[in-house]
């Protein structure tokens, strides 16, 4: 079946400009979550959805970020004005359920250069 | 908070030798551990879990138990191969997922 998935693969922007990254969840997992990795470092936990609830957004890095989801299925990723800091992979990850007991299943990630 | 501390890369190692990846945790509740590996060019995916405490986790030839007297859960693998070569990462799960820094290995013939 169909994992998760991302586009863009890859985004290229001028510092300043806004972009939204796209997350497809696999099809009825009800949580979903979203990370940033920097180069060289690890997974940075930024905000995760249950429904289409965020119950938890205190890894969102300034209010330029922002996220939604709809229809308990595709969540976009928003950054505005964006800053060469924010040149990372972001990852997008989603399980049957939240919580300790369920794996998360990783997309391929959006390669965000900011220039 | 919730947080993962794992063992600083890189390992670099020679086919056939023994592996062990440090990783200890804080957690405010009672969390599930995973290892997560990212071989080159490719995503993250689960390499192995443990959901309660003497829990032992295993795949591909790696160990990790989950042992709540040491907040512990370190990566063991007897002998590894050069398509082990790859980042992992050491996670627990509360509610949401919270990663270590990573780990790269690489494996030489």
């Known amino acids: 079946g169909a994992g998760v998935s991302q586009s863009p693969s890859n985004k290229v922007t001028e510092k300043g400009k806004d972009v939204e990254l796209r997350c497809d969840p696999i099809?009825?997992?009800?949580?979903l979550y979203w990370y940033r990795q920097s180069l060289g470092q690890g997974l940075e936990f930024l905000i995760y959805?249950?429904?289409?609830?965020?119950?938890?957004k205190s890894g969102l890095p300034s209010d330029r970020f922002s996220a939604e989801r709809t229809g308990g299925s595709v969540s976009t990723l928003t950054i505005q004005r964006t800053q060469q800091e924010d040149s990372a992979v972001y990852l997008c990850?989603?399980?049957?359920?939240?919580?300790?007991?369920?794996?998360?299943?990783f997309g391929p990630g959006t390669r965000l250069t900011v220039t | 908070g919730d947080s993962v501390t794992q063992m600083e890369g890189p390992v670099t190692l020679s086919e056939e030798a023994f592996l062990t990846i440090n990783c200890t945790y804080t957690?405010?509740?009672?969390?599930?551990l995973f290892w997560y590996v990212q071989y080159p060019g490719e995503g993250l995916q689960l390499l192995l879990k443990?959901?309660?405490?003497?829990d032992k986790g295993s795949n591909k030839g790696f160990e990790a138990t989950y042992r709540k007297e040491t907040t512990s859960f370190h990566l063991e693998k007897g002998s590894v191969q050069v398509s082990d070569s790859a980042v992992y990462f050491c996670?627990?799960?509360?509610?949401?997922?919270?990663f270590g820094a990573g780990t790269r290995l690489t494996v030489k013939p």
């Open positions: 443990a959901t309660k405490a003497d």
């Open positions: 957690a405010t509740g009672y969390p599930s």
């Open positions: 990850a989603s399980s049957l359920g939240p919580g300790r007991l369920y794996e998360q299943y």
């Open positions: 099809s009825g997992h009800t949580a």
């Open positions: 959805f249950q429904g289409n609830s965020a119950p938890d």
């Open positions: 996670a627990l799960s509360v509610n949401d997922m919270r």
